[in-house]
């Protein structure tokens, strides 16, 4: 098997070089050009010769516009990474019966509501990075190629940037620290999303499985891990593991605020929740809560 991995070096393409590695020959390329290849998504041609050149059973497409209030003024940008550029990796793959796999987010959905969605619930963007990742998943939904379109939230990981590692720095500067608590949903890590993706594709080309198995393995599906939690829970969760591993923190007081409290660019959704049921079913997958997750990356980001 050969595979393509777009975004090697973001936050989930970090983990996916290690998940992917063991299933067959793996390229990775970052938005730089390597050896003559294109893995920069605002390249729409040199990303479709790099894909008819290497002729990848897998690509796995890890990159993305991810700057949220950004994308409400470079709108073109935005949308030429998030859609048009998954558009083009679908109809090249399509040609010669490869598989996509592509992550969207839960910012697909308005954030109305207390309820978990799952994948056959209305979608409704309230910015336009939600609307970009909206229109790359009906992209790749329609385009005819076997694919993979997982929907995540609240990622975080070991490298790059994340929420979890902002608090971390702050609790060490900041005596005083107002975080949203009105916002719900459930951080997901990028080593779970790798390992899930493998194993997702592992099934996809199993041989006993035949075409017809993969065919019905192709689709959408909610990939976040089990529970639910604010973004203020998130980050006490975090402090008090600071605080078990006594760390020196400049922390003496956490306040609760609405999101009202902090008018940005682009709107956010309350309601972050996604139904991870049907992954769960399909592959026969436990899925396990996200606490656990959380507590690990701590441990390996204070030493």
């Known amino acids: 098997m050969k595979i393509l991995l777009l975004g090697k070096n973001g936050q ?3 983990e996916l070089q290690r998940a992917l590695q063991p299933l067959g020959k ?43 209030d950004k994308a409400e003024s470079d709108r073109e940008q935005a949308f030429l990474i998030n859609a048009r550029a998954p558009a083009v990796i679908a109809q090249a793959l399509k040609i010669h019966h490869g598989l996509l796999v592509h992550y969207s987010s839960d910012y697909v959905f308005d954030g109305t509501g207390e309820q978990a969605r799952t994948e ?61 608590n009105d916002q719900i949903g459930v951080p997901t890590g990028a080593d779970l999303i790798a390992d899930i993706t493998a194993h997702a594709v592992r099934s996809y080309f199993n041989e006993a499985s035949g075409p017809a198995r993969s065919a019905l393995l192709s689709g959408l599906y909610h990939l976040v891990p089990d529970g ?20 020196a923190l400049a ?23 996604l139904n991870n049921n049907k992954i769960k079913e399909v592959f026969n997958l436990h899925m396990p809560d996200w606490e656990p997750g959380v507590c690990r990356l701590v441990e390996e980001l204070v030493v």
């Open 251 to 273: 922390l003496k007081e956490v306040v609760p605020v609405s999101t009202a409290h902090y008018p940005m660019p682009a709107r956010r959704p309350l309601n972050s929740r």
């Open 228 to 247: 639910e939690t604010s973004w203020l829970a998130y980050a006490n969760l975090i402090f008090d593991q600071l605080r078990a591993k006594e760390e």
């Open 12 to 14: 989930l393409g970090w």
């Open 120 to 180: 056959l619930a209305p979608s409704n963007p309230v910015n336009y990075y939600g609307y970009t990742k909206l229109e790359g998943e009906r992209e790749v939904a329609h385009s005819g190629c076997g694919h993979f379109i997982f929907r995540t939230s609240w990622v975080y990981g070991i490298h790059g940037g994340n929420f979890a590692k902002t608090m971390i720095k702050l609790a060490r500067e900041k005596e005083k620290l107002a975080i949203v």
């Open 26 to 68: 793996l390229v990775a390329l970052s938005r730089h050009n390597e050896n003559g290849l294109c893995g920069d998504l605002s390249d729409l041609h040199g990303l479709a010769k790099t894909i008819e050149y290497l002729k990848p059973d897998v690509v796995v497409n890890a990159a993305a516009y991810t700057a949220v």
